[in-house]
């Protein structure tokens, strides 16, 4: 069967579409991970979230091979920076990729594509379009879980998680403050129903899921973590601990606790977005950059 090429779904959320994305981002990444900043957990936890651009997800890109997909074309939550990713048999589709990029996934005529500095191949693709490296960069980092030491919590915190008697009030506490908004949240039900969007995925494990609850109720800490147990590694999103809270160990216990989880389900490596020094200092190690290249697109 020849390549064809077709836009993503207008439908919302967990379509068929999404699928066929997920188990795209499971397979390329199933004997070596080649895409570390856009794992199916980023997807899964990228689709749900409140900044997710469903008006515009049409824009993204599919190119399939008798029915599975075998390229993407994507943003990560809206449109100005994409993504672009190919399975092994299907690498001589890049160029067409970055064409369609330039064209489709811009937003008002500016585009960042964020190439890994190991992917040569795509780094001349875009070059030969008229992209250009940028200063900007991405930094992935991982973690040996067999190398991970245990941590307790200090006096009085306790573990919880949406396995548990999850507090959807306090979970959006904690993820308002710990993303440093000023004050209390609202506490409508309006933004109460975003917060259980955002954790809806049918690929969540909930004992993942976890939250470090202080001695009067208040969630302080969090973290989201995503595994199956067919992989290798878990990805670690997102990471949030409350201002109040912070430098008393909370936000490493809460990480290595989910990564701990994971480790007891199969998983070897831990893997997360970010080069801050809280991660580094917890125990993850730089393992790979992306750069984003920059280039005026042009409209199709």
Same mark, same amino acid.
């Given at each position: 069967?020849?390549?064809?090429?077709?836009?993503?779904?207008?439908?919302?959320?967990?379509?068929?579409?999404?699928?066929?994305?997920? #188990?795209? =981002?499971?397979?390329?990444?199933?004997?070596?991970?080649? $895409?570390?900043?856009? +794992?199916?957990?980023? *997807?899964? !936890?990228?689709?749900?979230?409140?900044?997710?651009?469903?008006?515009?997800?049409?824009?993204?890109?599919?190119?399939?091979?008798?029915?599975?997909?075998?390229?993407?074309?994507?943003?990560?939550?809206?449109?100005?920076?994409?993504?672009?990713?190919?399975?092994?048999?299907?690498?001589?589709?890049?160029?067409?990729?970055?064409?369609?990029?330039?064209?489709?996934?811009?937003?008002?005529?500016?585009?960042?594509?964020?190439?890994?500095?190991?992917?040569?191949?795509?780094?001349?693709?875009?070059?030969?379009?008229?992209?250009?490296?940028?200063?900007?960069?991405?930094?992935?980092?991982?973690?040996?879980? #067999?190398? =991970?030491?245990?941590?307790?919590?200090?006096?009085?915190? $306790?573990?919880?998680? +949406?396995?548990?008697? *999850?507090? !959807?009030?306090?979970?959006?506490?904690?993820?308002?403050?710990?993303?440093?908004?000023?004050?209390?949240?609202?506490?409508?039900?309006?933004?109460?129903?975003?917060?259980?969007?955002?954790?809806?995925?049918?690929?969540?494990?909930?004992?993942?899921?976890?939250?470090?609850?202080?001695?009067?109720?208040?969630?302080?800490?969090?973290?989201?973590?995503?595994?199956?147990?067919?992989?290798?590694?878990?990805?670690?999103?997102?990471?949030?601990?409350?201002?109040?809270?912070?430098?008393?160990?909370?936000?490493?216990?809460?990480?290595?606790?989910?990564?701990?989880?994971?480790?007891?389900?199969?998983?070897?490596?831990?893997?997360?977005?970010?080069?801050?020094?809280?991660?580094?200092?917890?125990?993850?190690?730089?393992?790979?950059?992306?750069?984003?290249?920059?280039?005026?697109?042009?409209?199709?």
């Amino acid at each position: 069967m020849s390549v064809k090429f077709r836009h993503y779904t207008d439908e919302p959320f967990f379509s068929m579409d999404y699928q066929k994305v997920r #188990d795209f =981002l499971i397979r390329i990444n199933a004997e070596r991970i080649v $895409s570390p900043r856009f +794992l199916w957990g980023a *997807w899964e !936890w990228g689709i749900t979230h409140a900044g997710w651009d469903q008006e515009r997800q049409n824009h993204i890109g599919l190119w399939e091979d008798d029915g599975q997909i075998v390229a993407l074309a994507t943003y990560e939550s809206t449109l100005g920076e994409g993504f672009i990713f190919t399975d092994s048999q299907h690498t001589a589709l890049k160029p067409e990729l970055v064409t369609y990029a330039r064209q489709s996934l811009h937003n008002q005529g500016k585009l960042r594509l964020l190439i890994s500095d190991h992917d040569i191949e795509l780094q001349r693709s875009a070059f030969a379009q008229g992209f250009r490296p940028t200063q900007d960069r991405d930094r992935l980092s991982m973690l040996d879980i #067999d190398q =991970l030491d245990y941590h307790p919590l200090p006096e009085g915190y $306790s573990f919880v998680s +949406l396995a548990d008697d *999850w507090n !959807w009030h306090q979970y959006h506490r904690v993820m308002w403050r710990g993303f440093n908004h000023e004050g209390s949240p609202p506490d409508d039900e309006a933004s109460i129903a975003v917060r259980k969007q955002m954790l809806s995925s049918p690929m969540i494990r909930p004992e993942l899921v976890l939250a470090v609850a202080a001695a009067d109720g208040h969630y302080v800490s969090h973290c989201g973590s995503w595994y199956r147990p067919e992989d290798t590694y878990c990805y670690i999103e997102p990471v949030a601990t409350d201002p109040d809270y912070r430098r008393m160990g909370l936000g490493k216990a809460v990480v290595h606790e989910a990564i701990r989880r994971c480790g007891a389900l199969g998983a070897r490596q831990a893997i997360v977005g970010s080069e801050q020094p809280f991660y580094f200092n917890i125990g993850f190690f730089p393992f790979e950059t992306m750069t984003y290249w920059s280039s005026a697109a042009k409209e199709g």
